[in-house]
Nanobody, 115 residues
Framework: QVQLVESGGGLVQPGGSLMLSCAAS????????MGWYRQAPGKERELVAIISRGGSTNYADSVKGRFTISRDNAKNTVYLQMNSLKPEDTADYYCNVQIKARTYWGKGTLVTVSS
């Protein structure tokens, strides 16, 4: 069993910053890709950012230049630094990890951007 625990969500004003963390635990030998997805009310879940074990990254166009994904392989943890937040960034953010041929999801953490 693999468990993912997200943290760092909350309420922030437009233009502010938050950092999300996701720690994986359980039956882990090696994590390949790690990423963050988000889902706003009434919308499809979308990829925000993804990072490979070697550090290659990919971002959604809507967050490029504002968000930075990183990881600490020794801690089995992935981070998402979110700067210059906009109201449209409001969503539930979900951690995702790939271990061999399997995909695991966190339960989500809510980010609300509002004045």
């Amino acid at each position: 069993q693999v468990q993912l625990v997200e943290s760092g969500g909350g309420l922030v004003q437009p233009g502010g910053s938050l950092m999300l963390s996701c720690a994986a635990s359980g039956s882990i030998f090696r994590i390949n890709d790690m990423g963050w997805y988000r889902q706003a009310p009434g919308k499809e879940r979308e990829l925000v950012a993804i990072i490979s074990r070697g550090g290659s990254t990919n971002y959604a166009d809507s967050v490029k230049g504002r968000f930075t994904i990183s990881r600490d392989n020794a801690k089995n943890t992935v981070y998402l630094q979110m700067n210059s937040l906009k109201p449209e960034d409001t969503a539930d953010y979900y951690c995702n990890v790939q271990i061999k041929a399997r995909t695991y999801w966190g339960k989500g953490t809510l980010v609300t951007v509002s004045s």
